[in-house]
C-alpha cells in the first residue's frame, strides 16, 4: 500500500498569513492526488484533484502543486472559514489511502 | 444538487451485523462508482469499499474482506454496505461517497455526512 505522510499534523496561523501544507508518498503517484477540507463533524469537502486543479466554486486562494511524491496545499489568506483539517488523498492505485490530516488552528 | 444520505449506523455487539444505507440524488446514480470511507474516532480518512457505476465491479480495503459486502441498486438509487462479523476497529463514522468516475479508483467529489457505528466488546 502507498504510504501518505502530511506534515505539520497541526499549524497554528493568523488570519491573512500564508499556509503550507506538505503530503508525501511512499512511491511515485505521478499527479494522481487530491486535496480534501473538513470541519468537525462534517464531511469532507473536495478542494483540489490532479493534484492542481481546484474544484469548482472553491476559492482561488486555494491551490495545490507537485508531483511524484511531494505535494503541497497552499492557502493565500488564510480567512476564517479555513480553520480545519486538510487531507490529502492518492489514487495512483489500489487500495486508496489518506495522509493523516493537518489540522489548522486559530493563532 | 448532489445528495447523499446515510442511514442505518447504531450500536452493535461485537460480531454482530449491521446494514448501512445511503440515498443518492441530483446526479445520473449509475453513471458514477460509488464509495464507503470510514474514520474511526480521532483518526484519518480510511477507503473501505467501493462499487462501479454497473455494480458490476467491487473492491474491498484488506481490513473488511469476506467481512464486508457493498452493493447497489440502481432502480432506487441506494448504495448499501452490509457489515458482518463486526470488530472493535470497526467503529468509525462511515461516509459515502460519490466517485468522480464510472470506475472506482479516482476521487470523491461529493460526501455524505456520516452515520456512526458503534462495536461495543
Known amino acids: 500500500d502507498i504510504q501518505m505522510t502530511q506534515s505539520p499534523s497541526t499549524l497554528s496561523a493568523s488570519v491573512g498569513d500564508r499556509v503550507t501544507i506538505t503530503c508525501r508518498a511512499s512511491?511515485?503517484?505521478?499527479?494522481?492526488l487530491a486535496w480534501y477540507q473538513q470541519k468537525p463533524g462534517k464531511a469532507p469537502k473536495l478542494l483540489i484533484y490532479?493534484?492542481?486543479n481546484l474544484e469548482s466554486g472553491v476559492p482561488s486562494r486555494f491551490s495545490g502543486s507537485g508531483s511524484g511524491t511531494e505535494f503541497t496545499l497552499t492557502i493565500s489568506s488564510l480567512q476564517p472559514d479555513d480553520f480545519a483539517t486538510y487531507s490529502c488523498?492518492?489514487?495512483?492505485?489500489?487500495?486508496?489511502?489518506f495522509g493523516g490530516g493537518t489540522k489548522v488552528e486559530i493563532k | 444538487e448532489v445528495q447523499l444520505l446515510e442511514s442505518g449506523g447504531g450500536l452493535v455487539q461485537r460480531g454482530g451485523s449491521l446494514r448501512l444505507s445511503c440515498a443518492a440524488s441530483?446526479?445520473?446514480?449509475?453513471?458514477?462508482?460509488m464509495s464507503w470511507v470510514r474514520q474511526a474516532p480521532g483518526k484519518g480518512l480510511e477507503w473501505v469499499s467501493s462499487?462501479?457505476?454497473?455494480?458490476?465491479?467491487?473492491y474491498y480495503a484488506d481490513s473488511v474482506k469476506g467481512r464486508f459486502t457493498i452493493s447497489r441498486d440502481i432502480s432506487k438509487n441506494t448504495l448499501d454496505l452490509l457489515m458482518n462479523s463486526l470488530r472493535a476497529e470497526d467503529t468509525a463514522v462511515y461516509y459515502c461517497?460519490?466517485?468522480?468516475?464510472?470506475?472506482?479508483?479516482?476521487?470523491?467529489?461529493?460526501w455524505g455526512q456520516g452515520t456512526l457505528v458503534t462495536v461495543s466488546s
Open positions: 461517497a460519490k466517485d468522480s468516475s464510472t470506475s472506482p479508483g479516482y476521487y470523491n467529489d461529493y
Open positions: 441530483g446526479f445520473i446514480f449509475n453513471n458514477y462508482a
Open positions: 490532479k493534484a492542481s
Open positions: 462499487i462501479g457505476g454497473s455494480g458490476g465491479n467491487t
Open positions: 512511491q511515485s503517484i505521478s499527479r494522481w
Open positions: 488523498q492518492q489514487y495512483d492505485s489500489s487500495p486508496l489511502t
